[in-house]
T-cell receptor, first 114, second 111 residues
Framework: DSGVTQTPKHLITATGQRVTLRCSPRSGDLSVYWYQQSLDQGLQFLIQYYNGEERAKGNILERFSAQQFPDLHSELNLSSLELGDSALYFC?????????????FGEGSWLTVV | GENVEQHPSTLSVQEGDSAVIKCTYSDSASNYFPWYKQELGKGPQLIIDIRSNVGEKKDQRIAVTLNKTAKHFSLHITETQPEDSAVYFCAASRENYKLSFGAGTTVTVRA
């Protein structure tokens, strides 16, 4: 158990809908990352938050947004869903932004868009 | 940005033999190189990492080597066991912490 908690574990929704994925980082970790894993794209970095502020942005679509709350949990919002958004979404956390700290991954939220 | 290439994409080994996975990276400023193991239905789990000031690191049956000049690093698993069967990912990052992952290697250990 990495200590990173993600909910829901599985989610099936229709195209055009909006979903929210939730992540609780490991106790004390200030940095939260979101990654998308699909069969054809591998593990793709979406966005990073550090202590409530956006730190880095990857290939995140405009239809997607995220935030980190004062209690350090984070949410990833996916809207106007398309079939191609079906993927595993991972949250990860680490203790600081400095180089080399270990990043721990949660078990993922499996999103299926039908 | 950083580009990480990983080979091979699949690897089948006999139990007890060694497995080697190789990765190359493009950003010479990258200084942190972790390896993750992902089992079916689970999240990536860190198994070993190496920093750019170290050339080799070993943890029981797992070792990682880094060649900064050539910009490549490798994972070595010795005395493979059936529970080593999984997908392995290499990754690289610089100080801003965004991990760039390789495409993954599916390792199958034959009993």
């Amino acid at each position: 158990d990495s200590g990173v908690t993600q909910t829901p574990k599985h989610l099936i929704t229709a195209t055009g809908q909006r979903v929210t994925l939730r992540c609780s980082p490991r106790s004390g970790d200030l940095s939260v990352y979101w990654y998308q894993q699909s069969l054809d794209q591998g593990l793709q970095f979406l966005i990073q938050y550090y202590n409530g502020e956006e730190r880095a942005k990857g290939n995140i679509l405009e239809r997607f947004s995220a935030q980190q709350f004062p209690d350090l949990h984070s949410e990833l919002n996916l809207s106007s869903l398309e079939l191609g958004d079906s993927a595993l979404y991972f949250c990860a956390s680490s203790s600081t932004v400095s180089s080399g700290n270990t990043i721990y991954f949660g078990e993922g939220s499996w999103l299926t868009v039908v | 940005g950083e580009n990480v290439e990983q080979h091979p994409s699949t690897l089948s080994v006999q139990e007890g033999d060694s497995a080697v996975i190789k990765c190359t990276y493009s950003d010479s400023a990258s200084n942190y190189f972790p390896w993750y193991k992902q089992e079916l239905g689970k999240g990536p789990q860190l198994i070993i990492d190496i920093r750019s000031n170290v050339g080799e690191k070993k943890d029981q049956r797992i070792a990682v080597t880094l060649n900064k000049t050539a910009k490549h690093f490798s994972l070595h698993i010795t005395e493979t066991q059936p529970e080593d069967s999984a997908v392995y990912f290499c990754a690289a990052s610089r100080e801003n912490y965004k991990l760039s992952f390789g495409a993954g290697t599916t390792v199958t250990v034959r009993a």
